[in-house]
C-alpha cells in the first residue's frame, strides 16, 4: 500500500493568510486528490492534482482559493489562500495506486484552525 | 454529477448484534463502490469494496451487497465487537473520481 506523508499536520493561522500544505507519496502515482473534512462531516473532494498541467477543480472551488502543484508523479501542494474561519477543516491528500481508479489511500490530514 | 446518500447517520448495536448501514447512488455510470472505516483523529482506509459485475462480496464478518438496477449497496457487519465503533462512509467511483456519503457513525456497546 502507498505510504503517503503529510505536512504540517496541524497548524493555528490568522484570518488573510495563506497557507500550503505538501504531500509526498513513497512511489509514483497516476491519480492523486485533494480532499477537505469539515469538523464531522464528510470528505468533499476538492479537485484533483495533475502531474504537468493544471489542477482540475470540483463545483464550488476555484484555483484562486485553492492553487495546486504536482511538479512529478511523487508530490503535490495545495495552499488554502486568503484563509477565513471558514476553512478550518482537515485536508487529505490522497491516491490511487496502481492505476486510475481503486481504493483511496490518504494521508494522515492537515487540521488547519483559522482565528 | 454522482451523488451518494447514506442512511443512517447514527447506529447503535450491542456487541454481538449485526450492522447495516446502506447507500444510494445517482451516476449509473458508477462502478466501484468502497466502504472505509475512519476512527476518531485518524484517516479513512478501506475496509471492502465491490465492484459493478459482482453483487456480493464477504471478508470475514464484514459483507457488502450491490443492486445494480436499484442503485444501491450495502455494508453489513456481523457479531460486532467494540472495536468496530467509527465511523463509516461508502463511497461511488466514475473515472477515478469517488464521491462519498455523509457518514454513519456506529457505536458498538460492549
Known amino acids: 500500500s502507498a505510504v503517503i506523508s503529510q505536512k504540517p499536520s496541524r497548524d493555528i493561522c490568522q484570518r488573510g493568510t495563506s497557507l500550503t500544505i505538501q504531500c509526498q507519496v513513497d512511489?509514483?502515482?497516476?491519480?492523486m486528490f485533494w480532499y477537505r473534512q469539515q469538523p464531522g462531516q464528510s470528505l468533499t473532494l476538492i479537485a484533483t492534482?495533475?502531474?504537468?498541467?493544471?489542477?482540475?477543480?470540483e463545483s464550488g472551488f476555484v484555483i484562486d482559493k485553492f492553487p495546486i502543484s504536482r511538479p512529478n508523479l511523487t508530490f503535490s501542494t495545495l495552499t488554502v489562500s486568503n484563509m477565513s474561519p471558514e476553512d478550518s477543516s482537515i485536508y487529505l491528500c490522497?491516491?490511487?495506486?496502481?492505476?486510475?481508479?481503486?481504493?483511496?489511500?490518504f494521508g494522515e490530514g492537515s487540521r488547519l484552525t483559522v482565528l | 454529477g454522482e451523488n451518494v446518500e447514506q442512511h443512517p447517520s447514527t447506529l447503535s448495536v450491542q456487541e454481538g448484534d449485526s450492522a447495516v448501514i446502506k447507500c444510494t447512488y445517482s451516476?449509473?455510470?458508477?462502478?466501484?463502490f468502497p466502504w472505509y472505516k475512519q476512527e476518531l483523529g485518524k484517516r479513512p482506509q478501506l475496509i471492502i469494496d465491490?465492484?459493478?459485475?459482482?453483487g456480493e462480496k464477504k471478508d470475514q464478518r464484514i459483507a457488502v451487497t450491490l443492486n445494480k438496477t436499484a442503485k444501491h449497496f450495502s455494508l453489513h457487519i456481523t457479531e460486532t465487537q467494540p472495536e468496530d465503533s467509527a465511523v463509516y462512509f461508502c463511497?461511488?467511483?466514475?473515472?477515478?473520481?469517488?464521491?462519498f456519503g455523509d457518514g454513519t457513525t456506529l457505536t458498538v456497546k460492549p
Open positions: 463511497a461511488g467511483e466514475h473515472a477515478g473520481k469517488s464521491t
Open positions: 490522497s491516491v490511487v495506486q496502481g492505476g486510475r481508479t481503486g481504493e483511496l489511500f
Open positions: 465491490i465492484r459493478s459485475n459482482v
Open positions: 512511489s509514483q502515482v497516476t491519480m
Open positions: 451516476d449509473s455510470a458508477s462502478n466501484y
Open positions: 492534482a495533475n502531474q504537468g498541467s493544471e489542477a482540475t477543480y
